[in-house]
């Protein structure tokens, strides 16, 4: 029996993984091939010739002009580029949209506790803690529980 190297073993998975990626890479060759752009519609690829019709002339394409037929494939191609734009700045638009709701959403509920918050700061500078020492601890005692009882 013969003894497998690791270096073997992983060089062979990796030949394996060329091959298979080979095969697929022929599979896919056809679907992006009217896209050079690589343009997408809600994750789908946009082919630039979505907006031929479904009724193409045989005939004509051997007498066909080649400058008009590059005029309509640019054309085609600007307007699927045209879809593509459209629907990228509506997604960015939606989301700067959300985005300002929620910051004025949270600005009004910011505003709101703050309207709410009382905050006094009447006898808070009236004693020095010097002044405290000296007091005797039943009059401490007193202020005590008249301030808890304030609050």
Do not use: H, Y
């Not at 400058?67 to 989301?95: P, R, Y």
């Not at 600005?107 to 709101?112: C, E």
Request: charge should be positive.
């Amino acid at each position: 029996m013969e003894k497998i190297s690791p270096l073997r073993a992983s060089l062979k998975a990796f030949e394996q993984f060329k091959a298979q990626r080979a095969q697929k890479r022929q599979e896919n060759a056809g679907i992006g091939a009217t896209n050079p752009f690589g343009l997408t519609f809600k994750g789908n690829i946009v082919q630039m010739d979505v907006f031929e019709s479904q009724n193409k002339k045989a005939e004509n394409s051997s007498n066909s002009n080649s400058i008009k037929d590059g005029f309509n494939k640019a054309g085609k191609l600007a307007a699927s580029a045209w879809v593509s734009t459209k629907n990228s700045f509506n997604s960015i638009k939606q989301s700067i949209i959300s985005f300002g709701s929620r910051l004025k959403e949270n600005t009004i509920n910011a505003w709101d506790k703050l309207n709410k918050t009382e905050i006094s700061f009447t006898g808070l500078f009236k004693d020095s803690v010097s002044s405290l020492q000296k007091r005797p601890v039943g009059e401490l005692e007193e202020m005590l529980k008249t301030e808890l009882e304030a609050v």
